[in-house]
């Protein structure tokens, strides 16, 4: 068994958020050791997303609840014809709940929004749309790092 093994469920949550920010929840195939469904880990839609909050909700042996808070500020959506990808602005403060359970394998993630949540840096790298008014929006959304 080469999966990896999840001791932690507050890690482990705020890893999978991590990864689904950065669009890099497939690599390494670190999905099949951090979900107990890897059915669960697809979805059509896309979410542009940027202010990641997480709190722990509940905590028991077996179980754990986490509230994961974001800002949503795009959806990506589709021409008339399926093929041109365009963004829509769908700004709105945004909570989902993440419930992991343990079993004999570690913590695994068995409740949680699979919608692709990316964060603006991933989201201008790898939205494919050749639209320069995509990019000029997601550009204007970056905030400037504090100093």
Request: proline share 3%.
């Amino acid at each position: 068994d080469t999966l990896t093994v999840h001791d932690d469920p507050d890690r482990l949550v705020r890893e999978y958020v991590h990864r689904d920010a950065t669009d890099s929840l497939a690599i390494a195939n670190w999905n099949w050791g951090a979900l107990a469904c890897i059915e669960r880990a697809s979805s059509d839609l896309y979410s542009v997303v940027r202010d990641f909050k997480i709190a722990t909700l509940a905590r028991r042996p077996d179980t754990a609840q986490f509230l994961v808070r974001y800002e949503q500020l795009f959806l990506l959506g589709w021409d008339k014809t399926g093929r041109e990808s365009h963004l829509e602005r769908a700004v709105r403060i945004v909570h989902d709940t993440i419930v992991v359970v343990r079993g004999r394998k570690g913590w695994r993630l068995v409740e949680f929004d699979a919608t692709a949540h990316r964060d603006l840096s991933t989201a201008l790298r790898t939205i494919g749309t050749s639209s320069a008014q995509t990019h000029d929006l997601l550009k204007a959304e970056i905030k400037p790092p504090r100093t």
